[in-house]
């Protein structure tokens, strides 16, 4: 417990509870030995070694959702407006930047694991599982810090006060890599399979978690970023060392493969894991729904998706219910959390086709004339007052969804992932009692009929004026991760909620894109992007599109469509056209051919143009459901990218205390630029 720390770890408090424990530095042996020689104590400590993990991408200060090409969050107060704008240096002082956080939590995983052996109250086989635990974290940790600001120093050990951190320099990116796997499969070895027989340790690691982070760091050192970028042949120790291998190597992407691999064949060999794609008819429900399933695999705390999350002990609610508030319309809520067009576009029409194929379907103007297949699945006469609370039950059960007459064909016929992700202008708002006056209140004139449903136009009971501060403008919301069973009005909340850091689909989807850059005709792409495609409700993509399988580079972009969709608001956009050298695509407007409209025509791109409805169009007291204008196309900003931001920038504070160190590319400071 000595401090020893100099320079690289700056004392943060990583929450306000783990203060006394991370932060504390005792004056004697005395304090010393009380903190090691009580159980109580110990594992205080250890469970503090947890405080650095972040809360995830439900936290509005998390830019990983809005500073991506999926999303914006309207209120520049959010960081990740900063990244947008091109607001940020190595100066700034960003919420997010965690380099000397995760550097305090890494070093309380070595203080730890140097002294629980003292603990005589604790048992061989926990003082075991224990080191076991923070070993996993210390590779999480470092994690983190690969994925944010490329390769790092590497501390393995606790070192003595008379260190020179000053001039430590930064491991090569491969070399942080291979400690984070080594760290993943000692972890591994001395921890159980799964906690199912003592849920009071959820949300601790486990083989599973162990073996699923190992795959997803290797996909991420295997994609083009950091396999092969000869843009980084520059970037360089102060004394030569490449921290980024230049040269590509297709073993990369085989070791990623096989690592996923490893994850998909616990989860099938041992059934008692209970991992696998969630199934709503398969937890209690007696006939497959796939929108319920995709809503409710986002909801239900530990269901058999759940690979990693934090548990209710370790969560706090405020985050599920704040995003949940973020993402309701008004009046009541604030509703700024706004898709783009360019993911809306990117999800499927119900036969499985991307909506630019011949044969999908998709009709981009009108209104239709007619429901969906499942907006009425059992028939109520939405005329009567009996019929109307019906069909509100059905919805917000889940059992009812798709579109309406009078919906926007640009949102018909779509897949049912879309529904479950996008909350467009005239949908009925899900997350409100079927209290008639309640309703009401989400609704303006002639539309007050007790359903309640989006208005997101000017004028709208969401955008009531031209200077109203809580609206979206992209004219969209998000629904994902909302309770369709919440009561927005009262904000009452039916259900416990988790955090999920790592969920069976991402593994299955780094699978099949590692699979996709060496083996293109191995046939567990169609196997497991089946069994996506099969719980998400639409048709295999080697049906729906039959080309890909003749078309590596086609197929290649189709599952990372398919990443885009299924994983949309989980943090992992941001990371993957980053990882994939992709987020610099410069703009590109075309015009549409059959509407004669400029749209966006890029699928990648972060800077630049993003686009989404025309919500300033018309007149706030004559708009309706009916105003085709607001249908319209159009940019609602325009954003910032460099090359630089490919990386967080070394704290320029870090920086002026070690020496040692080299910023990332392109920033001020780094004379390799």
Not at 200 to 222: D, E, F, M, Q
Not at 557 to 566: F, S
Request: charged share 25%; glycine share 6%.
């Amino acid at each position: 417990m000595k401090k020893y720390i100099i320079v690289l770890f700056s004392l943060l408090a990583l929450s306000t509870s783990c203060t006394d424990y991370l932060d504390k530095q005792p004056d004697d042996m005395k304090t010393d030995e009380m903190v090691w020689s009580s159980r109580m104590e110990t594992e205080k400590y250890l469970a503090n070694c947890y405080g650095g993990i972040p809360t995830g991408h439900l936290h509005q200060h998390e830019p990983w959702v809005g500073a991506a090409d999926e999303c914006n969050i309207t209120w520049n107060f959010y960081q990740a407006d900063n990244f947008n704008r091109g607001d940020w240096t190595p100066s700034s002082e960003l919420v997010c930047d965690r380099y000397a956080r995760f550097y305090q939590a890494i070093r309380a995983t070595l203080t730890f694991e140097n002294n629980v052996d003292r603990c005589g109250e604790l048992s061989s086989e926990l003082k075991t599982r224990y080191k076991a635990e923070v070993r996993f974290l210390r590779g999480y940790y470092y994690y983190l810090l690969l994925r944010q600001y490329g390769p790092v120093v590497l501390i393995k050990e606790l070192l003595p006060s008379e260190t020179d951190f000053a001039n430590m320099q930064r491991a090569p990116y491969d070399e942080c890599v291979e400690y984070i796997c080594q760290m993943m499969d000692l972890a591994a070895y001395d921890l159980p399979m799964h906690y199912w027989d003592d849920q009071t340790r959820l949300g601790r690691p486990n083989k599973l978690v162990c073996l699923a982070v190992k795959a997803i760091v290797r996909n991420l050192a295997a994609s083009p970023q950091f396999n092969g970028n000869t843009e980084y042949a520059n970037f360089k120790n102060h004394d030569g060392t490449p921290l980024i291998n230049t040269t590509y190597s297709e073993q990369k992407w085989k070791d990623a493969a096989a690592a996923a691999k490893a994850v998909i064949d616990m989860a099938e060999k041992y059934p008692d894991t209970r991992l696998k794609l969630y199934r709503n008819d398969e937890n209690g429900d007696t006939e497959f729904n796939p929108y319920k399933s995709c809503v409710d695999v986002q909801l239900k705390a530990w269901n058999c998706e759940v690979i990693w999350a934090r548990s209710e002990g370790q969560y706090d609610d405020t985050f599920q219910r704040s995003w949940m508030v973020h993402n309701t319309p008004g009046p009541h809520c604030l509703g700024g959390v706004s898709p783009t067009l360019r993911l809306v576009d990117a999800f499927l029409m119900k036969n499985g086709k991307p909506i630019d194929v011949a044969g999908s379907g998709y009709v981009e103007k009108g209104f239709a004339a007619d429901g969906g297949d499942n907006w009425n699945p059992n028939g109520h006469d939405i005329a009567s007052e009996e019929g109307r609370k019906g069909i509100i039950a059905d919805i917000r059960d889940s059992k009812a969804w798709g579109h309406w007459k009078g919906d926007w064909n640009m949102f018909c016929n779509r897949e049912p992932r879309f529904y479950a992700a996008i909350l467009y202008n005239h949908r009925v708002i899900p997350s409100l009692s079927d209290d008639k006056n309640i309703r009401n209140e989400w609704s303006t004139g002639r539309q007050k009929d007790g359903f309640g449903r989006a208005e997101l136009y000017l004028g709208g009971a969401a955008r009531p004026s031209i200077n109203y501060a809580n609206y979206s403008k992209t004219g969209m919301l998000v629904f994902k991760r909302n309770d369709p069973q919440a009561d927005m009005y009262n904000r009452a909340y039916p259900q416990n909620y988790a955090c999920t850091y790592i969920r069976y689909a991402e593994i299955l989807l780094d699978y099949i894109e590692a699979l996709s850059n060496y083996d293109p005709t191995n046939a567990d792409i169609r196997k497991y992007w089946d069994q996506i495609r099969k719980r998400a409700g639409v048709e295999s993509a080697f049906v729906a599109t039959p080309e890909i399988a003749s078309d590596p580079a086609l197929m290649h972009e189709y599952i990372i469509r398919e990443r885009q969709i299924e994983l949309c608001f989980e943090g992992d956009r941001y990371f993957t056209t980053r990882r994939l050298w992709k987020a610099h695509t410069p703009d590109k407007i075309v015009t549409d051919p059959v509407t004669g409209e400029e749209k966006d025509g890029r699928i990648y791109g972060d800077g630049g143009s993003m686009w989404g409805m025309n919500v300033d169009a018309g007149d706030v007291g004559s708009n309706d459901f009916n105003f085709e204008g607001f249908y319209k196309r159009a940019v609602f900003e325009i954003r910032e990218f460099k090359k630089e931001y490919y990386l967080f920038p070394i704290p320029q504070k870090e920086m002026d205390k070690c020496p040692g160190l080299v910023q990332n590319p392109w920033w001020s400071g780094n004379t390799a630029n």
